[in-house]
């Protein structure tokens, strides 16, 4: 039964740790003025180049490159 315990004080302190990260990082968030947000997206926009880079074509199943290969041994 101590066992048991300890594991639930164990998931109770990482609950409380957690939350605590959250708070910090939430108040850290919170510090910045508006024009200073307006800024670091500003920057960050500018750094995404303009042209969008091509989407690599899905990659095919299996079953789709077995029936690609059956298909080109047909027409011979």
């Known amino acids: 039964m101590n066992v048991w315990k300890a594991l639930g004080l164990a998931g109770m302190v990482g609950v409380a740790a957690t939350g605590a ?3 910090r990082s939430e108040r ?3 510090a910045y003025a508006p ?7 500003h920057r960050r926009f500018a750094a995404v180049p303009d042209e ?5 074509a899905a990659p095919r199943s299996r079953g789709q490159q077995l029936r690609s290969r059956l298909r080109f ?3 011979r």
């Open 52 to 56: 969008p880079q091509p989407a690599a």
């Open 73 to 75: 041994s047909r027409a």
């Open 28 to 30: 850290k968030r919170r």
């Open 21 to 23: 990260l959250v708070v």
């Open 35 to 41: 024009e200073e947000v307006r800024d670091r997206l």
